[in-house]
Nanobody, 121 residues
């Protein structure tokens, strides 16, 4: 079993930066791929980005490409989401998710509780 805990959310002004962290429990960390998702008020959950087990491969939604960067530290069991040039439309609850080897590409096995990010104009 893996538990995910996000942190780092908060209030930031337009154009500012924020870094989110996702701490994962358990010994499986290096075998997991991780994703970040977000849900804005009244909207469906949206894919933000994904990072491979080794960290060498990432992919992002078009809406955040060039502004957000995912990274991971397998020694610390942490995954990060660096968010730059933030816009009001980035306001959402951000969720960390993890996927085991063998799980279908569009599915995730574990989810965190989320952390609120609010971008003020």
């Amino acid at each position: 079993q893996v538990q995910l805990v996000e942190s780092g959310g908060g209030l930031v002004q337009v154009g500012g930066s924020l870094s989110l962290s996702c701490a994962a429990s358990g010994r499986m960390f290096s075998t997991l791929a991780f994703g970040w998702f977000r849900r804005a008020p009244g909207k469906e959950r949206e894919f933000v980005g994904i990072i491979s087990r080794g960290g060498s491969s990432t992919a992002y939604a078009d809406s955040v490409k060039g502004r957000f960067t995912m990274s991971r530290d397998n020694a610390k069991n942490q995954v990060y989401l660096q968010m730059n040039s933030l816009k009001p439309e980035d306001t959402a609850v951000y969720y960390c998710a993890a996927r085991q080897v063998g799980t279908r590409p569009n599915e995730f096995d574990y989810w965190g509780q989320g952390t609120q990010v609010t971008v003020s104009s």
